[in-house]
């Protein structure tokens, strides 16, 4: 499983810097001159940021289960894929169509990302105690 965590952070680490650059410069003459072009740019550097950031903490989750840290360590990964899923996702998508609704599934991704930040803790845990 490790193996397939490493592949998926860098997946997801260069998906979010061409992401990123797109919203920064593509998404810019989109939609900069909506009355909510503003508010759509600003989604999309938050969905950005936290992607890459995620990409990289998954890369932490594939080392912690390299080093056989369990289930918390599995657990964390998954939720931080959800997690860009759900989270990133859906800001992109509101950034795209200005559909302000996909902002329910928004919070859902952020709990994941808050569930696999607490199972890393389990996880780090785990790696003290077995060393």
């Known amino acids: 499983m490790a193996k397939i965590f490493v592949i998926l952070s860098g997946l997801l680490g260069f998906t979010a810097v061409a992401l990123g650059a797109f919203g920064a410069h ?16 600003d989604w999309w550097t938050t969905a950005a940021h936290y992607h890459l950031t995620h990409a990289l903490a998954l890369a932490l989750a594939a080392w912690l289960v390299h080093r056989g840290s369990g289930a918390s360590a599995l657990l964390a990964g998954w939720a931080f894929v959800a997690g860009v899923g759900l989270f990133s996702g859906s800001l992109y998508t509101m950034a795209i169509t200005g559909q302000t609704k996909l902002g329910m599934i928004t919070p859902f991704g952020g709990l994941l990302f808050l569930v696999g930040w607490g199972a890393i803790v389990v996880a780090g845990w785990r790696l003290g105690a077995g060393s």
Not at 34 to 39: A, I, M, N, R
Request: proline share 6%; glycine share 18%.
């Open 26 to 41: 593509g998404l810019q003459s989109r939609v900069g001159s909506l009355p909510d072009g503003v508010k759509r740019l």
